[in-house]
């Protein structure tokens, strides 16, 4: 299994952006096979799908919510997978945690996620 690591959170005020990156440690992604998921849980909520990339075949999916506004894509190398937040609003604060598995996509549920890394932390305030 993958062990994935999440950077780029940070405190931005409302209307600003932030761009989170996903890469592999210890290993390298495999886009070819898995899907990579965006999740994540705000304080005292469950953990939510965000967005996910499929790259076979290509396809992107997003929640509601951050449709628009959101965007997932691989970096070039496809070594990593960026999550660029635009417009970013208050309820989007949470720690936010990328995943990857085969199919993820099908069904962006954290219930099939085999596994978690430590997050990064957004924060949306004045």
């Known amino acids: 299994q993958v062990h994935l690591v999440e950077s780029g959170g940070g405190l931005v005020q409302p209307g600003g952006s932030l761009r989170l990156s996903c890469s592999a440690s210890?290993?390298?992604?495999?886009?070819?096979?898995?899907?990579i998921g965006w999740f994540r849980q705000a304080p005292g909520k469950e953990r939510e799908g965000v967005s996910c990339?499929?790259?076979?075949?290509?396809?992107?999916w997003y929640a509601d919510s951050v449709k628009g506004r959101f965007n997932i894509s691989a970096g070039n190398a496809k070594d990593t997978v960026f999550l660029q937040m635009d417009s970013l609003k208050p309820e989007d604060t949470g720690t936010y945690y990328c995943?990857?598995?085969?199919?993820?996509?099908?069904?962006?549920?954290?219930?099939?996620?085999?596994?978690w890394g430590q997050g990064t932390q957004v924060t949306v305030s004045v």
């Open positions: 990339l499929s790259t076979t075949p290509g396809r992107t």
């Open positions: 995943a990857a598995d085969h199919e993820l996509c099908v069904l962006v549920d954290p219930a099939f996620v085999p596994s």
């Open positions: 210890g290993s390298t992604l495999d886009l070819d096979w898995d899907d």
